[in-house]
């Protein structure tokens, strides 16, 4: 599941010697990191045993999963104008005081408020700290170290989202749900205590904020979310559906004129509409939404329809985990020789036919004879188009706008997974409310037409050619 706005600093002039903290800070950072990965998996798992200990309806579950990718990605552009203006360590321990406390009130939820509350507040401190991170982290090394530690950074999503299920599973099945978030504190607390000995502090430079901007796009998200999952109880054509939708809109117009008349805006709209960003937006939007709603589809049914355990669940999504990251690893090996536009549709197109074995799912369906094997294809072709996304959105951009274009497509990998969580309750509302079956075949049918469809879109969007690096930016 990456992730910043920031690039690496200005280099000095003079030859300083190299600081001997560096990788031991970098293991502290990408364990921060991997935390903040983690905890958008990690919960899946566990979703049923959270709904029936705190008597949760199929929309709040919905928000327990959109909630924290929501505010993680609506805000993470103005963290990383925050990290330039506070300075990036002070705005990375700010996040990471506030990710862990809000852990910490997770897990000590008793009611849907405190939870939802508490997933708000853990995205906020994300959106702080990942920005900040990851300037740190340029910061700190200079030369082929730098492309080294941003490939150790690179590689932290992955192994976030794989370790997320798993995990989520053993603390369900074990000490119980409030656990995956009670194990962020201690990890928190670590890291708090040990990283101002390894970064020194840097001054800030002076940056403007656009609040307007972040305000309208994260209340343009939250309607149009909350429009999708009213669709689901009260149907498409009624007022609690439509009035959040058309509010939406509004305010992504209103957000569009106000980025073009700022002087710092948070998402440049002129740099949305060249072709390979545009292109990448669209594929890691598309490739996140259908990644986590599967996620979250696969762990309700298992667990509500098949009487899975949350350990089984976890162990279950392991080989799915495995496949994402051999579908991206063999997808960086090919591009150079490919081109973007053939992987990104033949990518789409396997995740679609990966994912028509699920959309026929029945009681009577084997888990590992079917589920699982078809979930690994799908995850595979959606593991191809991550790679694709960010390196197609990433050609050709200056390496002075390397940090904003990173800092866009990370943030619609966010808000993508958010929509894709909302889109997929809507449609599976009658399984996930009253144990129907057939509606989460629905859901995965519509999860497989829309990869299709992308495959086709790709054709048409993605450059021709094979793309070449300009900036020096990653992402997660």
Known sequence: MTDSTLSASHAPQYAAPPDPRRWAALTVLCLAQFMLILDVTVVNVALPDIGADL????????????????AFGGLMLLGGRLADALGARRTFLAGLVLFTGASLAAGLA?????????RVAQGVGAALLSPAALSLVTSTFEGEERRRALGVWAGIGGGGAAVGVLLGGLLTSGPGWHWIFYVNVPVGGAVLAVLPSLVAARPPRPARLDLKGAVLVTGGTVALIKGVVAAGDQGWSSA????????????????AVAERAAGAPLIDVRLLARRPVLAGAFLILVATALLISTFFLTSVHLQQDRGYSALRTGLAF????????????????????VGARQLAAAGMTVAALGLVPVAWTHLGTGVWSTVVPALSVAT??????????FTTGLAMVPAAESGLASGALNTFHEVGGSIGVAVVSTIAASGIQGGVPSAFAHAYAACAIAAGAAALVALVVVPPGKPRMAGGAHAH
Do not use: D, M
């Not at 609690?240 to 117009?253: D, E, H, K």
């Open 55 to 70: 008597h949760l309806s199929r929309s709040a579950l919905t928000w327990v999963v959109t909630s924290y990718t929501l």
């Open 110 to 118: 008793g009611g849907a408020g405190t939870l939802l509350t508490a």
């Open 240 to 255: 609690q559906t439509l009035i959040p939708l058309a509010l939406a809109a509004v305010l992504y117009a209103a957000f």
């Open 318 to 337: 392991l080989p799915v985990a495995v496949a994402t990251g051999a579908g991206a690893h063999i997808a960086g090996r090919l591009l150079g020789t």
């Open 380 to 389: 595979f072709g959606i593991g191809a188009v991550f790679v694709t996304a």
